[in-house]
């Protein structure tokens, strides 16, 4: 079996080959290749300890980030790529993080280190495909599969339970029967892992293919780190998850949007305030009335995020809304240039004031005019506008 390798990353093999060092492409890259998907970064392991490495590459810009863990990353042709030492790890004391990491001369060794047979897979030109632990067999078949005790594998690093989710989902495997019983019965180690880690692994899991089927199945995982998403909660969404894009934002806001306290856990789960704008003014505004293409320029006005993404959300969540007409009266509205914003007036707050209006009330006059400008996108000259301010003072 032939994997294309690029050059960027062939060089770095060949030098490490030329100063008599093993060295393979693992992981992602080889899974990817194999099922034809895209590849987004390429990692190599070597027998080269961090010092040999550093030798090798000493014509390299290289950088030194987690060397202590036996990886650097090497500049190649301006793409960096990290290159890590064969490791066989100890023990793990909190469920997330080995004790110490040992050395190792055997790739073998390395792969067993790791958490699926699918992400095991290593591959150079000379020896072509290893595979140790069957992970052709299982993307063959569609499955996730943790290397060796599943329930071992998760103690070791309960961050596994999430990453086994959003493999499964992205994908559209099927966790195998003993990975899918270790994960239901040590759930609750995942009370080890940080927010910041959860929260990285949830966006992913949200932005799957098979969100849905992960939500049924693995309901009571989701509940360890968002406990008020109850088991109707759940699947009153699931078919507004059927028809929301592969959005995180969009798709928490569809499971969080009859529950009190979003943004509570929005918080707790270290969204930015970004995100938690974007799913706040989702969740807010569910039941917008949006009848009229002035009702529609009214709410643009007020609307803190991108209308597309209201549009998708509210698309999914309700069935009386009629997406096509609102969508043609905002292209309508883009393409006529109609205003609808205080910033697109024909005057502004010095205007305001050299009728004698200061502060607050400066903010009513505009928004009274923009009202005004909103009914009739006409009414929208310096004219006009003043002669309206005129008649209110």
Request: net charge negative; hydrophobic share 35%; with cysteine.
């Amino acid at each position: 079996m032939k994997i294309q390798i690029p050059d960027y990353i062939q060089v770095l093999i060949d030098l490490l080959n030329q100063n008599h060092y093993s060295a393979y492409v693992v992981g992602g890259a080889i899974r990817n290749a194999l099922l034809e998907l895209p590849i987004h970064d390429y990692d190599l392991t070597t027998d080269a300890t961090p010092d040999e490495m550093l030798q090798v590459f000493s014509s390299h810009r290289v950088l030194k980030t987690g060397i202590q863990h036996g990886t650097i990353t090497v500049l190649s042709k301006g793409q960096p790529v990290e290159i890590t030492t064969f490791r066989s790890e100890n023990v793990y004391e909190d469920h997330r993080h080995p004790s110490g990491v040992l050395f190792s001369d055997n790739i073998k060794e390395d792969c067993k280190r790791r958490d699926f047979t699918i992400n095991a897979l290593c591959y150079n030109n000379n020896e072509g495909l290893l595979d140790f632990f069957g992970g052709v067999n299982d993307l063959s078949n569609k499955i996730i599969r943790c290397i060796g005790n599943a329930n071992e594998r998760i103690d070791e690093d309960a961050l596994r339970i999430l990453r086994a989710l959003r493999f499964a989902g992205r994908l559209s495997f099927t966790i195998e029967e003993n990975t899918a019983t270790a994960i239901h019965k040590q759930k609750d180690l995942l009370h080890y892992i940080s927010e910041e880690r959860i929260h990285s692994e949830w966006i992913g899991i949200l932005e799957t293919n098979a969100l849905s089927s992960i939500l049924t199945e693995y309901s009571d995982v989701i509940q360890v780190f968002i406990p008020e998403l109850k088991e109707n909660i759940i699947q009153e969404s699931i078919s507004s998850i059927n028809q929301s894009p592969l959005s995180a934002n969009i798709r928490m806001a569809i499971l969080l949007k009859e529950i009190p306290n979003v943004k509570e856990i929005l918080e707790r789960l270290k969204y930015s305030g970004a995100e938690q704008t974007v799913i706040l003014s989702c969740i807010q505004n569910s039941m917008q009335p949006l009848s009229s293409k002035i009702e529609l320029k009214r709410f643009l006005s007020t609307l803190k995020i991108p209308f597309d993404t209201y549009h998708q959300y509210r698309s999914a969540i309700d069935s009386s809304y009629q997406k096509e007409t609102i969508h043609a009266y905002y292209q309508e509205i883009h393409n006529m240039h109609e205003p609808y914003q205080l910033k697109e007036l024909a005057i502004d707050g010095n205007t305001v004031k050299e009728f004698g209006y200061q502060g607050k009330d400066i903010a009513d006059i505009l928004q009274r005019c923009l009202n005004a400008v909103i009914e009739k996108p006409e009414n929208n000259t310096v004219e006009y506008l003043t002669n309206m301010i005129k008649r209110i003072s």
